[in-house]
């Protein structure tokens, strides 16, 4: 099902869901297994997707990207998700949290240095907000930047950076008033290779264990004034306006495992046979796969419409933190259900290595915790709609 009859889909948007599963199934699906059990960095292959376009969908060709729109982004996404999670959270960091925050915020110089680089899949970028006592509540963050003549002065550490260790830009948020609390958060682009700046520990994870993720650590790291993202005190504000973009790519990413879930748990009750039948003939096998397509179809829908109202906001400016949330919050939940339900479907070898049904499960949480929990997101959507800050 494409919901084609719902949404503008175009020729185009059929090419780039079709160049990214062909590439998703014949080079990420074989090693993803390899690649999570390393928890290596799969360097190979995200090159290769900057080279088909993948790594600045919605970049416009002028800064090194695709130049296509958020629907193209959402069905390339879903596509690498479903074979590996891991390639779906270093290309969404990379689309959503780097290159939409730098062509949404930055300066044209900026965007000729930075964005080109990241969105042409040459680099990588990174985007690191949370800290060890500073997630949720990002008004509390320690790292600070002191203005010093021409620079600033950065020191602190940022945890939970993907794509952390091999970034070659990362987008930061530092106070430079923590008086001020949210109000006192400025953005910096800062450049991996500076003085100051270090990877820190390596974050050992339950899932998505190939995309890289590190603390970062400064001391006393001078960053040069052209190197701010907008202006002193706009760091809260860019950094959640980057998240409702991004609350999209990880809807994308949760629908993606989902339906590589589903799909397998559809196979294996067709082909299982258990007290003389299939176990997809037993009612309560065939129930729990219905309620999966069901929930599945219903974040489908629930992602194209919040891409849709991303796509309105290029031309009227109107936010789309409402429709953003509400599709992250739902296809994460649905991704959990949907990998929780594969698992019981294969029995033993739902719990085994040598299937992929245990990985989806581990990948799948995730998207319930990053770029807002999904307490966040129901406080987000409560707030907006009862108009209660
Ligand atoms: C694998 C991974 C990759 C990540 N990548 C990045 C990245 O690239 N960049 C980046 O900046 N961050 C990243 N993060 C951090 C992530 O965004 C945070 O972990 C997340 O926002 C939650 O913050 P926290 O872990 O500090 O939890 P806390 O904020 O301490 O929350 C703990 C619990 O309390 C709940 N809670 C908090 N406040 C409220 C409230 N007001 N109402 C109800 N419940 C509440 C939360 O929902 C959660 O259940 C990543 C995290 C992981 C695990």
Request: hydrophobic share 40%; proline share 3%.
């Amino acid at each position: 099902m494409t919901s084609n009859g719902l949404f503008p889909f175009t020729d185009e948007h059929e090419m780039i869901r079709q160049a990214a599963r062909d590439f998703a199934q014949n080079e990420i699906a074989p090693i993803a297994a390899e690649f999570d059990e390393s928890g290596e960095f799969p360097s190979h292959t995200i090159m290769k997707m900057g080279e088909l376009g993948l790594m600045g969908i919605e970049v416009p060709e002028e800064y090194g990207g695709a130049g296509m729109d958020t629907l193209a982004y959402v069905l390339a996404l879903e596509e690498i998700s479903k074979a590996d999670a891991a390639h779906g959270t270093i290309m969404s960091v990379n689309n959503s949290l780097f290159c939409y925050g730098l062509l949404r915020f930055g300066t044209e110089a900026q965007k000729q240095k930075y964005l080109r680089a990241v969105a042409s899949g040459k680099h990588v970028g990174a985007y690191s907000l949370t800290e060890p006592m500073s997630g949720s509540d990002a008004g509390t963050m320690r790292t600070r930047a002191v203005r010093d003549g021409d620079c600033y002065v950065l020191n602190g550490r940022k945890s939970w950076v993907s794509s952390g260790p091999v970034a070659k830009y990362i987008v930061v948020f530092s106070m430079t008033a923590p008086e001020k609390k949210q109000r006192g958060i400025t953005a910096f682009i800062i450049e991996t290779d500076r003085p100051g700046f270090s990877v820190g520990k390596k974050e050992p994870k339950l899932g998505i264990r190939a995309s890289a993720t590190s603390e970062i650590l400064f001391e006393d790291c001078r960053v040069p004034v052209e190197n701010r993202l907008g202006e002193e005190g706009e760091g809260f504000k860019i950094a959640m306006a980057v998240l409702d973009a991004g609350r999209i790519g990880i809807a994308s990413q949760a629908l993606g495992i989902a339906e590589a879930a589903y799909e397998a748990s559809l196979e294996y009750a067709r082909q299982r046979e258990a007290f003389g039948q299939k176990i997809g003939e037993f009612q309560g096998i065939s129930f729990k796969l219905a309620d999966m397509k069901t929930r599945i179809e219903a974040a489908r829908l629930l992602i194209y419409s919040a891409a849709m109202a991303k796509e309105r906001s290029k031309k009227t400016g109107e936010r789309f933190t409402l429709e953003a949330s509400i599709a992250k919050l739902f296809a994460s939940e649905t991704a959990m259900f949907v990998t929780h339900a594969a698992v019981q479907i294969h029995g033993g070898m739902g719990y085994s290595k040598e299937l992929p049904i245990e990985r989806y499960f581990r990948d799948a949480k995730i998207t319930e915790i990053y770029e807002g929990t999904s307490e966040i997101q129901r406080l987000v959507i409560s707030r907006m709609e009862s108009g209660l800050r």
